[in-house]
């Protein structure tokens, strides 16, 4: 029998998880020149954490959970976002007390059961971060700055915010039912999970692809228009300060994203050479949310990308800032059993200098050769028969196809020269 992995998730092979480490190291350096620091928090957690916090009515609750019961019969489910489960680590670990404002960041695997398609996938990775504890309009601002720093730095240009608020519970209650007066007249022209959403949560109408939602979506009040004072002057500050910080950015009134306990701000980045799915990700403000898990009433303000989106986005676009998928530049190949230690040997020195390879596949020469000239090294040490009569090894410039025979002891040295040349004929 031979197993095949589950759908919607996939694995990484050494050249792709090359660009995952590449993408890890920089974005980690971008966090901590923003004084955010990494918070890991457990992939499973109490299921009613994500009820709560990502809210009852969302398609995330609703339909893409991975729920299950452990052995003592409690309902567990796997995140499927980032943000409840800071939250929760937040209150639970007193991280508050000291008022403030904390700085996090997290990078990791995703849970949902959303249908497989290109860049859909059911197990998937996010970073994000979270700033807890101010409510100033530039805590919003450091955000979308900082989520657009992550992915200049990556080598990403040419980004674009669009941004939107969605006021606070108090003008969105008023909205709503003006919405769902609107909606009312719509029906028929809406899908059916908009038809039934409409009463619970008619905002998720601006959310949903379908044409006809789309269509309906286009005629519907705006929120924009109906914020209170405060909301609309927090709104007003957000929009001067991404003038003054050179972000580009432009409103788009749909913006509700797929969360509830989005209060205020809502954005997205968008990446317009990805075409149709151009969105890496977003964020917003969630002021309500620290509350709704049990603390405090305390502010705070995120963002998330996804990471299979970005390294799509930067292989499809900027290929050029990504390692190459190279293999060790030094290859060590024995060409007989009885070389095979002194391979080994031999490797450990050489190390010192560059990553080495030992061939032990016992093929020939040419066909080590060849390997090693398509894994891309630069230099290879040949242990054959001959030369160790002599206590003697081949050193081989793979670049210019020369190649010299040198005495054992003095081959780190040799492979060394060769390889500070071949670096700069690169
Ligand atoms: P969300 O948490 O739904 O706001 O998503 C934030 C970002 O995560 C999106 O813009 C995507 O880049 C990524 N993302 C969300 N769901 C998936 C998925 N099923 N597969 C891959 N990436 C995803």
């Known amino acids: ?46 299921t009613q954490l994500f009820v709560r916090g990502v809210g009852a009515d969302t398609d995330i609750v609703q339909k893409e959970m991975y729920t299950f019961l452990d052995r003592k019969g409690r309902s567990l489910s796997l995140r499927p976002e980032g943000t409840a489960a800071v939250v929760r680590a937040y209150l639970e670990n007193g991280m508050g007390r000291e008022g403030g404002v904390r700085r996090l960041y997290y990078l990791g695997p995703m849970y949902r059961y959303d249908r497989p398609q290109a860049g859909r996938f059911r197990e998937f990775f996010q970073l994000g971060a979270e700033a807890i504890g101010s409510a100033a309009p530039e805590q919003d601002l450091e955000i979308v700055d900082l989520m657009m720093t992550v992915l200049q730095e990556l080598g990403l240009e040419d980004l674009e915010v669009e941004i939107n608020s969605v006021g606070h519970p108090g003008c969105r209650a008023a909205y709503e039912t003006l919405l769902r007066r609107a909606l009312e007249a719509e029906q028929e022209a809406l899908c059916p999970t908009c038809r039934e959403r409409h009463v619970h949560n008619p905002l998720r109408v601006f959310d949903c692809k379908n044409e006809g939602c789309r269509a309906v979506a286009q005629r519907l009040p705006l929120l924009r228009q109906h914020l209170c004072e405060d909301c609309a002057a927090h709104h007003a500050a957000v929009l001067r300060g991404l003038d003054r910080l050179r972000l580009p950015h432009r409103e788009n009134p749909h913006i509700v994203r797929g969360l509830d306990y989005y209060t205020r701000t809502a954005f997205e980045v968008h990446y317009p050479p990805l075409g149709a799915q151009s969105a890496l990700g977003g964020g917003g403000r969630y002021d309500g949310l620290v509350e709704a898990c049990g603390g405090p009433p305390t502010p705070a303000v995120g963002f998330s990308a996804g990471i299979e989106r970005l390294l799509f986005a930067l292989e499809q676009t900027r290929p050029q800032t990504l390692p190459s998928p190279r293999g060790a530049p030094i290859q060590v ?94």
């Open 1 to 46: 029998m031979r197993f095949q992995r589950q759908r919607g998730t996939q694995d990484l092979l050494p050249e792709q998880a090359r660009h995952w480490q590449h993408l890890d190291a920089q974005v980690r350096r971008t966090f901590a020149s923003f004084d955010y620091g990494e918070i890991r928090t457990p992939l499973f957690e109490d």
């Open 333 to 426: 190949l024995p060409q007989e059993e009885s070389a095979r230690l002194a391979a080994l040997e031999l490797a450990r020195e050489l190390r010192r200098a560059a990553p080495t390879a030992v061939d032990l596949s016992g093929r020939s020469l040419k066909a080590q050769l060849k390997s090693a000239d398509r894994a891309g090294a630069l230099v290879a040490v040949i242990l054959g028969a001959e030369e160790r009569e002599r206590d003697e090894v081949v050193v081989r410039d793979l670049v210019q196809g020369a190649q010299a025979s040198h005495r054992r002891e003095l081959a780190p040295q040799a492979v060394a020269a060769l390889l500070e040349q071949s670096g700069e004929r690169r």
